[in-house]
Structure formats: C-alpha cells, structure tokens
C-alpha cells in the first residue's frame, strides 16, 4: 500500500519478502521470558538511537519502550490483582507490561480487542489518553469442503496449544454430558502434541469417540472434520480459532472473555460465561447442534488489507 516496512526482529525465520527489508538483532536467551524481552528491548532501543529518522514510525508488536505505536496482543500480567509481587519474575513481568504500555515514546496504544481495552483501562488509567479502538487481526482465507451434518454423528471440536487456559478440561466435562444424549458423539482435537497427557479416561480414547491431530500446520484439516467449536477460555486476548471457525461458516461457542466473542452472531453461534455451569453449557450445545441441520449462515469477514488500512489511519493520527 505504498508504506515502507522494516522488521526488526532476533532471525527471520519462514517467509520473507522483498519489498520488506529486514533486520536482524541476533538471537536472545528465551528463558526467563522475561530477560528475552528485556534482552530485545535493548537491542531495538540501540537501532533506534543510530536509525534515527523523523519521518520514521517504530511499531510494536513486543515488550520494548521505545516505540510510537504499540499493539496489545496478550491479556495483561496479573489482572485483576490475585497477588503481590514478591518474585524476581513477577516483579520484572510487571515491570517491562507497565513500560510498553506507558513508554515517553508512545503516540498510540492499540488493543486487539474491547477485552484489552477494558484491561489497558482499569490497569493502566494513565495510558487513556493514548489508547485507540480496537484492531482486531485479519483471517486468512481457510478453503475447507465442509462435511454433511449428521445429528447421530456429530464432531465437536477444540483446537488450542495452550490448552489447560483455554478449557480443554471443560470441553471434555461437556462431551461426557452430549454422551448422555448422542452416544456416538465425537471429540476432535488439535494443537498441542498428540502424546500430551490429556484428562481423558483410557477407555474414553479407546472407544475411538476421539481424535487427537496433535499439531497442525493445516487447519483445513482440522475444520474441514468438526461441525462446531467450543472455546470455553478462562482468559483470551482475542481467540484467532473463533474468527476462522466463523469464517468457515462453523458455528462457536465460546466464553465472553474471548475477545473474539464480539464477532459471534447469536442466532446459531452463542457466548457463555467462563464461569457457565457445564451442564448449560451442555445444554446450549444440544441447542446449536439442532439448528445445524440447516448450516447457512452469515460468514464472518476480514481481510488484511482492512486490518492494514486501520493501521494507516493510527499512523497518520501520530504523524500529525
């Protein structure tokens, strides 16, 4: 779109381009976390001193503190308040969040959701003044040839690396319940190792009413299998699977701390509490299986090129 693009970055790694230079800082230690980010900050900070350039507009998409634009990817560090912070870690955590979002430098702090937004307010009220309307990321175009609903045989499906957060253990209390109902339903899930220690009885993966992908390059193979998502996340900055689900035309249900939920029609998709009892859980998943029978609805929509020109207008609000 005719903008200049440098990435700094530790490698590069996988695609690149050429119309896109970019610079590579040098690889960090990745554990503490912490340190890494630290390590990085630095590392831009000194590019930033000797690449000094007024026309120049440094966008974040990580822990530093010397950038105009910053977006927020990841729900906020120990929030709302559970505890002190007594440990090297939690302390430094907190330390390098509060830098990024409240950093002399910055012009414009974007959240990927309202849910961000709502955090960045209640924890950081001195960044409101910087604080933009949320930018939501772009779903690529996922081609799947979507399987014939059969009400005796549904799929339901989760996919998710980080699993144990996202409520792996809750999708699995509500299939056991939909067992009670549809005896032959099935679970299929995705994006964690298949030899990952699952709380699944032995006989329930015995019974070949599961399907574990493991981790998938190819979602296609994931959604082309499931005739609905569950995504009962305790906390999730956004939710990238409930966007592409929808896209795809597959209903969801997914908890209201999902960012993503503001995209969920409630016609034949449904938001719930984390905090939802399974069994009503359970019960408005017999509900959306029954609609889909009928499977056509509105598809949900966002190319990347919507998501580069809301960036554009963030960038000549801080140019001006």
Request: contains cysteine; hydrophobic residues 35%; proline residues 5%.
């Amino acid at each position: 779109m005719g903008i200049v693009v440098k990435v700094l970055c530790e490698t590069q790694v996988g695609l690149s381009d050429e119309r896109i230079e970019v610079v590579q800082l040098g690889q960090a230690l990745k554990k503490p976390r912490w340190y890494s980010h630290l390590s990085f900050a630095r590392k831009v900070q000194g590019w930033a001193s000797n690449n000094q350039n007024k026309e120049q507009i440094i966008h974040s998409h990580e822990r530093i503190d010397c950038h105009n634009v910053t977006t927020i990817h990841s729900t906020l560090f120990n929030f709302p308040k559970k505890r002190a912070l007594p440990s090297i870690r939690s302390f430094m955590n907190h330390r390098i969040e509060q830098k990024e979002a409240l950093s002399p430098t910055v012009k414009a702090v974007v959240p990927v959701s309202e849910v961000i937004s709502q955090q960045l307010r209640g924890k950081y009220p001195n960044c409101a003044k910087n604080l933009k309307a949320p930018i939501c990321p772009g779903v690529s175009s996922i081609n799947i040839n979507k399987k014939i609903f059969n009400p005796e045989l549904p799929v339901i499906g989760f996919i998710g690396k980080e699993w144990k957060r996202k409520g792996l253990s809750i999708v699995i209390e509500i299939w056991r319940l939909l067992r009670k109902e549809i005896p032959k339903i099935r679970l299929c899930l995705a994006g964690f190792p298949e030899d990952e220690k699952l709380e699944l009885r032995e006989e329930e993966q015995e019974q070949e009413h599961v399907d574990i992908l493991g981790y998938i390059e190819n979602k296609e193979s994931f959604y082309g299998q499931i005739d609905l998502l569950l995504h009962p996340a305790k906390q999730e900055a956004y939710g990238m699977v409930i966007a592409e689900a929808l896209s795809v035309g597959i209903p969801v249900i997914c908890s209201s701390e999902c960012g993503a939920s503001f995209h969920v029609p409630q016609d034949n998709c449904l938001t719930l509490s984390f905090e939802s009892p399974t069994d009503l859980w359970a019960k408005h998943v017999m509900e959306i299986l029954g609609k889909s029978r009928d499977n056509h609805f509105k598809r949900f929509s966002r190319p990347w090129k919507n998501v580069a020109e809301d960036y554009i207008k963030v960038y000549q609000a801080v140019s001006s």
